[in-house]
């Protein structure tokens, strides 16, 4: 079935500052949402919140797999994000990384690391450090282990921000051949390329 999330009236607070309110919304499992914003808005901080990352002030999300309810706690299991704030293993090689990976979170079709590492683009660099990498090929190096994940949640915080048009291309084709099964929340300031696929959309400046 598939990963649905219900979310009623929650809100998250910073001090005395409130970065979203009353905020209730269904997200039904294989569902592709679309989280706007402008930067400092609050969107990052909501899907945090929606991955459990952290708690909300007020409200309450639950999680199912089916009728198969999820305890908050394990929702990590079945989720993968990728993100500006969620660092790579600097010290380690791609394949490195996705032997890592793959300890915890296995990827679909049985991908092994050769295939993560073509259909991320990234043979060529198979033995150099993360560290000496791109800010556009550490990118893909995100996004490719968080889409072959195989995991039915996929959430996305920004996913082309440092990828040009090629690169960005391939976001696009890795989305509709591999996640497209998956119930998937993108976060965007409004560029279309990062969402195109998606049918929902939460305005957060909606729920100040």
Known sequence: MGISIQINNIGKRYLREWIFRKLSVSVPPASKYVLLGANGSGKSTLLQVMANFQIPTEGIITYSDGNSAIEPDNIYQSLSIASPYMELIEEYTPVESIEHQAIYKAFQNSFSTKDVLEIAQ???????????????????????????ADCPLLLLDEPV??????AIEWYKQLIQQYAMHKTIVVCSNKISDEYEFCDKQIDIENYK
Do not use: E, P, T
């Open 122 to 148: 990234l043979s060529h660099a198979s033995a150099k450090h993360i560290k000496f990498f791109s800010s556009g090929m550490k990118q893909r190096l995100k996004i490719a282990l968080a889409v072959l």
């Open 161 to 166: 921000s440092n990828l040009d048009k090629q």
